[in-house]
């Protein structure tokens, strides 16, 4: 038992178990262990080990390594184990500011508890591990970042959360911490975190190897950075991203979708992005166009174009039994399969399996289906639907993939979803890549995925939650965000209740990062073929005009808005691709020395300079709002003065909440 240096690691063997702790990056170290073997080279998130100064220093039983302003201390103790009588050794990882202050340390043994801060637990018949990994940190710490999940604590200090995707819920292991530090649990593997007061718990169902990394910072700025520069960069969000998206469950043809877009042309209402949702196609797996409601794709997207609108299609990962490419699909090993009962894994407009994104050539293959039959035909922008998966049954344990069981590495699908298609475009020449995902793991940012928040409800809970989830997936390098305006499920337009709903979200969404209309409105119509045969419904209208004059002036004051804040959002949206910031920020972005701004969830920050409060009460006409210290405030809808602090705010139906943070950027001037 004895520490070793590999070129700029330090290498510690004891009691069957390796441990191996370098540096990844400026101000960052990973640390692998394994059980038995070799540490694996995993390239799940994290990019190449970049060149970094760095220092070893080896006395004894202690070895540290220095990189930037983080050290990484590794104490080594042996102890007699009283059932063998052998002498065995441990040793724990702890890290500190370059000044010697603490920041997040590995658990001890507590004296005779003899706990483990590594504690591989062999399963059974399988070269697998159930791992747990414990860690101290400050009591007093918040924590934010995590990804998506549909709840309201803005500090996830206190909290488990499940590391699994479903839909509405997306697990990105990456959080930042107040006392100074980030940390990404560097394993795709089913399983959970713990952030208590008495210590913090990482633990995965089944894994090989040990894999985590951390960064200091002195602030969020610095360490979202540095997060960035580890698992890679947003692309540029592209022009269109910037306006408004229309959508909805779901134009069911091409007409239909045309003229939607040419009355906001007859209206003047500016439309960047409009959507053909899902089962435009035959069945599901066959990635085209029905001709029967589809007649002349080329001559739609053209149309569009020419009205200055781009065109996004649903894709979906399932592969249809009935569909024309399920037998090659399944013979070529393209599909994901089931560990046991029947080989089906939806049911979901026919019963199907998904496409097995973790093999190249599955990914491939769809992109190549997808690129013949959508982008030869002018569309740029891909919804990747669907993109936990949403198994039938989230029976975790029971599907296998090309790159192994999905209890192991199943984290991993919605990255690599979003990987085929951004390497499919950028092989075509696209440099901007920006496609919509309804799920992301840690790196899914720089493979161009905007992720939307999934199929929530038509509620004020679930609207105030969408803003907590926001500030979340900034936190945790998911710069791109968005949610369904309205809500998903349910909603009518003839009700005064969900029209007040609508209203309040729209104006959320006009402050978000990406401003998209969605919905499954009621009531539903039947669509058939020409044969009688049976096609999925379409909601009812979701289009501005659809919801009464009062509403109509509102949602197409907020749409003008949305424009004139493009060149705002441009810089912001050229922040988060060169420098890795979140455009959807909590306050404690820009104030982490203001204690109250890591506490308040229910207004956030949009780049740097706009602070947003959203209406999120129904009847409500003025909301408490905190502006944090540290800057003057200006009302953006008055341009009357603010003071730092806590005070009640006019917020009338035809508005929410605005500050400029005063000597903000350039193109805020005149805004108002």
């Known amino acids: 038992m004895t520490f070793t240096r590999d070129g700029d690691a330090i290498v510690w063997r004891g009691e069957g178990e390796t441990l191996r702790v370098e540096p990844w990056g400026a101000d960052a170290v990973r640390v692998r262990s394994v059980a038995r073997g070799d540490i694996r080279d995993d390239d799940f998130a994290l990019l190449p080990k970049p060149e970094t100064p760095s220092s070893v220093e080896i006395h004894g039983d202690v070895a540290r390594l220095r990189v930037g302003r983080i050290v990484a201390e590794l104490t080594e103790r042996e102890f007699e184990d009283w059932t063998t009588g052998y002498d065995v050794g441990r040793c724990r990882v702890a890290f500190t500011e370059a000044d010697g202050r603490p920041l997040l340390?590995?658990?001890?043994?507590?004296?005779?508890?003899?706990?483990?801060?590594?504690?591989?637990?062999?399963?059974?018949?399988?070269?697998?591990?159930?791992?747990?990994?414990?860690?101290?940190?400050?009591?007093?710490?918040?924590?934010?970042?995590?990804?998506?999940?549909?709840?309201?604590?803005?500090?996830?200090?206190?909290?488990?959360?499940?590391?699994?995707?479903?839909?509405?819920?997306?697990?990105?292991?990456?959080?930042?911490?107040?006392?100074?530090?980030?940390?990404?649990?560097?394993?795709?593997?089913?399983?959970?975190?713990?952030?208590?007061?008495?210590?913090?718990?990482?633990?995965?169902?089944?894994?090989?190897?040990?894999?985590?990394?951390?960064?200091a910072g002195h602030s969020p700025r610095e360490i979202v950075r540095a997060y960035a520069d580890a698992t890679g960069h947003a692309p540029m969000m592209p022009d269109h991203g910037l306006g408004f998206w229309q959508c909805k469950l779901r134009y069911w043809n091409?007409?239909?979708?045309?003229?939607?877009?040419?009355?906001?042309?007859?209206?003047?209402?500016?439309?960047?992005?409009?959507?053909?949702?899902?089962?435009?196609?035959?069945?599901?797996?066959?990635?085209?166009?029905?001709?029967?409601?589809?007649?002349?794709?080329?001559?739609?997207?053209?149309?569009?174009?020419?009205?200055?609108?781009?065109?996004?299609?649903?894709?979906?990962?399932?592969?249809?039994?009935?569909?024309?490419?399920?037998?090659?699909?399944?013979?070529?090993?393209?599909?994901?399969?089931?560990?046991?009962?029947?080989?089906?894994?939806?049911?979901?407009?026919?019963?199907?399996?998904?496409?097995?994104?973790?093999?190249?050539?599955?990914?491939?293959?769809?992109?190549?289906?997808?690129?013949?039959?959508?982008?030869?035909?002018?569309?740029?922008?891909?919804?990747?639907?669907?993109?936990?998966?949403?198994?039938?049954?989230?029976?975790?344990?029971?599907?296998?993939?090309?790159?192994?069981?999905?209890?192991?590495?199943?984290?991993?699908?919605?990255?690599?979803?979003?990987?085929?298609?951004?390497?499919?475009?950028?092989?075509?020449?696209?440099?901007?890549?920006?496609?919509?995902?309804?799920?992301?793991?840690?790196?899914?940012?720089?493979?161009?995925?905007?992720?939307w928040s999934g199929d929530i409800h038509s509620t004020w809970e679930d609207l105030r939650r969408q803003v907590v989830a926001g500030i979340h997936m900034g936190a945790a390098g998911i710069p791109w965000f968005t949610t369904d305006i309205g809500g998903f499920h349910d909603g009518r337009g003839d009700d005064p209740a969900f029209v007040e709903l609508l209203i309040r979200w729209f104006q959320f969404g006009a402050f978000s990062p990406v401003m998209r209309l969605h919905g499954d409105r009621r009531p539903a119509t039947p669509v058939r073929a020409a044969d009688g045969s049976e096609r999925v419904p379409t909601g009812a209208d979701n289009e501005i005009w659809s919801f009464g004059d009062e509403a109509y002036g509102i949602l197409r004051d907020h749409i003008g808005l949305r424009e004139r804040l493009r060149d705002y959002l441009r810089e912001v949206m050229r922040e988060a691709h060169r420098d890795g910031q979140p455009v959807m920020r909590g306050l404690f972005h820009e104030f982490p020395d203001d204690a109250e701004a890591w506490t308040v969830g229910d207004e956030y920050l949009l780049g740097p300079d706009l602070l947003v409060a959203p209406v999120l009460e129904p009847g409500a006409r003025s909301r408490r709002v905190y502006l944090p210290a540290g800057a003057r405030w200006t009302d953006l809808r008055g341009g009357a003065a603010h003071e730092p602090g806590w005070s009640t705010v006019a917020a009338p139906l035809e508005s929410i909440p605005v500050f400029v943070r005063d000597g903000g950027r350039e193109e805020l001037r005149g805004l108002r």
């Open 254 to 451: 091409q007409e239909q979708l045309l003229e939607v877009a040419r009355e906001h042309a007859r209206r003047g209402i500016p439309l960047d992005v409009i959507v053909a949702d899902f089962f435009h196609w035959p069945k599901m797996g066959d990635y085209r166009f029905e001709e029967e409601f589809w007649p002349d794709p080329d001559a739609m997207v053209a149309e569009l174009n020419e009205l200055g609108i781009e065109l996004m299609v649903s894709v979906w990962p399932q592969v249809d039994v009935a569909s024309e490419n399920f037998d090659r699909f399944r013979r070529e090993n393209l599909l994901v399969t089931s560990d046991r009962g029947m080989d089906l894994q939806m049911a979901f407009g026919g019963l199907s399996r998904f496409l097995d994104v973790t093999n190249p050539a599955a990914r491939e293959a769809v992109w190549e289906l997808c690129r013949r039959n959508y982008w030869e035909k002018g569309v740029r922008t891909f919804w990747l639907d669907e993109a936990e998966p949403e198994y039938g049954v989230y029976d975790f344990d029971n599907y296998r993939y090309h790159l192994g069981p999905n209890v192991q590495v199943g984290n991993l699908y919605p990255q690599l979803f979003a990987r085929a298609f951004s390497d499919g475009m950028r092989a075509e020449g696209a440099t901007d890549v920006v496609n919509l995902l309804r799920a992301a793991w840690a790196g899914s940012q720089r493979y161009g995925a905007l992720v």
């Open 105 to 215: 340390a590995e658990l001890d043994e507590g004296g005779s508890l003899e706990l483990r801060a590594r504690e591989h637990r062999p399963i059974l018949g399988t070269s697998a591990y159930r791992l747990t990994a414990g860690f101290c940190s400050p009591a007093d710490e918040h924590l934010v970042g995590m990804g998506l999940y549909q709840q309201d604590l803005i500090d996830l200090k206190g909290t488990t959360l499940e590391l699994a995707h479903r839909n509405s819920q997306s697990s990105v292991p990456f959080v930042i911490s107040s006392a100074g530090y980030g940390f990404l649990w560097h394993n795709p593997a089913i399983g959970r975190a713990t952030f208590g007061r008495n210590r913090t718990e990482w633990f995965a169902e089944s894994t090989e190897q040990l894999d985590y990394w951390v960064t």
